[in-house]
């Protein structure tokens, strides 16, 4: 599996934030009110994303360590299953990729409504809509690349690989 491109993040971004904006500059009267809260599940995610990455790599650095519990003065900490660190590699990608796309959606609604402030009354309450929704999207992009790199797997200190140009 390979990890997630950046690039392909934030073209995602780039191109959904035009599609956005051309979207709400067409039909920003005829849409629903947008409260502040709307984004906060994507926050939610990016903190259930962000313990679970911190506590799968505690959990893989106690078992990678393989000292008893009595010298390390911890509790034994339970092995992981390799397919649940696989089940959550894809979950960490799958969120990136949403995360990205929220990003450029709420990005393309601020890129409308800020410069309205003041001209129109209820851009006001978008433009906080949007940054909270900036915010959380970009939080769940951050817990997701983490998670996903917790999730790979070190190289291991017996491979000897040669480096790229070097002579056998």
Known sequence: MRPVDRRDLVVLAAGLAVAAWLVV?????????????????????????????????AR????????????????????????????????????????????????????????????LQAAANDTVTGVVGVVCSAALVGAALWLESVCRIPPSPDDETPQAGARA
């Open 25 to 57: 500059r067409a039909s920003y009267g005829s849409l629903p009110a947008l409260r502040w809260w709307l984004p906060v599940p994507l926050g939610v995610l990016a903190l259930a994303e962000f313990l679970g990455a911190r506590t799968l790599r």
């Open 60 to 119: 893989l650095a106690a078992q990678r360590d393989r000292r008893p519990a009595a010298e390390r003065g911890t509790a034994p900490v339970r092995p992981v299953e390799p397919m649940l660190v696989a089940r959550l590699a894809v979950l960490a990608q799958a969120s990136a990729y949403v995360g990205a796309a929220f990003v450029g959606i709420w990005v393309g609604l601020l890129l409308y409504v800020g410069p309205s402030v003041s001209r």
